[in-house]
């Protein structure tokens, strides 16, 4: 089969599809005037006139839908589209053939000229967020080998059992929503912005307990639709801790059988630092290497503190005890030298020149606990982005 073969049947498809209409908007030599236009016979023009506009309708969206076609398949002309506010006469895109745009554009995707995951939204580059993760988080070797490993198993999965649910756990600038935001950047081609993918925020989108009800009709409703509109999707909970446990009632049918539907939860918490900076603490002084810590260890410590009485209102403590959680992606507490990384990364970002003893004044800046051995920056990487405008001509 040539290469320019799937494009020529999707021309013909088009052609099909719109009736027959392609013509209509060809340059050359005009046609010679009709007979009935020389009569002058009134209501014989009245006629003709009428036909012309309505095939000129036809001909303006030939053009209509060749925009959605090529937004749709390629990618291209999509801003265009999204400017074309004003309908066109007498005919509608959504009651006259969407849906047979939607399978012309699978069917040209078939040849493998569209994109991979069979929806161009979707992109799924698992070795980019690997070898971002390696290069730009920094002291992390948990979290990494986790959220590769869960996230990779879970795409590769013929037809995953549920839905994939990690939660994030560490101090406040360690990197929790840094990932999240770097997992939506590689999966997805507008990352946060795609419209599969939602971010909650807990005190910002649900602040009052009083209104958890219209909350979870809310919620439940968005979540539904994002799952709909996307065979994957991405559901981010941050400042889990603080989710109202009634909530889970809104979220919980979502993370069981998901019928051919891929949807990815993330809760990202600070419940389980100080566990977590515990046993970083007692590997350090034990002059052992962090890197020696082994996620089945710190898992063990880490379920213990999770599965103290807390406040009941909130919905972390539920979600471990109904076995919702996959994975636990536990993020260690970030040393001097991490935090020197950090600020490199924020010269580069910049395009800024740095020297040694710039990333040590930036790192100087932070505080750093315990109090005896100042060995952990208590704000992890939060501020150090911010703390280099000091450093700008």
Known sequence: MGPGLPSRRLLLLLLLLLGGSGGLGSRGTPPPPRPWEEEG????????????????????????????????VWQEGCQEQKEESSPRPGWSLPLVGQD?????SAWYCSFGKCCKTGDCR??????GLEADLNRQLHGQHLAKKVIIQAVQGFLQSPRPEKALVLSFHGWSGTGKNFVARMLASHLYRDG??????RLFISLFHFPHHKYVDLY??????????????????????DEAEKLHFRLLDAIKPFLGQVDYRRPIFLFLSNLGGNTINEVALDFWRASRAREEISMEFLEQRLRVELQEPAENSYAHSHLLEENLIDFFVPFLPLEYHHVKLCARDAFLARGLPYTEAALDEVARMMVFVPKEEKLFSAQGCKSVSQRISYFLP
């Not at 979707?122 to 070795?127: A, L, R």
């Not at 409703?221 to 799952?227: D, F, G, L, R």
């Open 41 to 72: 016979a009134p209501w014989v023009r009245a006629r003709y006139e009428a036909v012309k506009k309505h095939l000129g309708a036809v001909g303006a969206l030939s053009r209509q839908y060749w925009q959605y076609l090529a937004c749709k």
């Open 100 to 104: 047979y745009l939607e399978i012309l």
């Open 122 to 127: 979707i992109i799924n580059n698992i070795t």
């Open 192 to 197: 946060l912005r795609s419209e599969c993918v």
């Open 216 to 237: 979870k009709a809310q919620l439940k409703k968005q979540i539904s639709e994002t799952v709909q509109l996307c065979k994957q999707s991405l559901f981010i909970f």
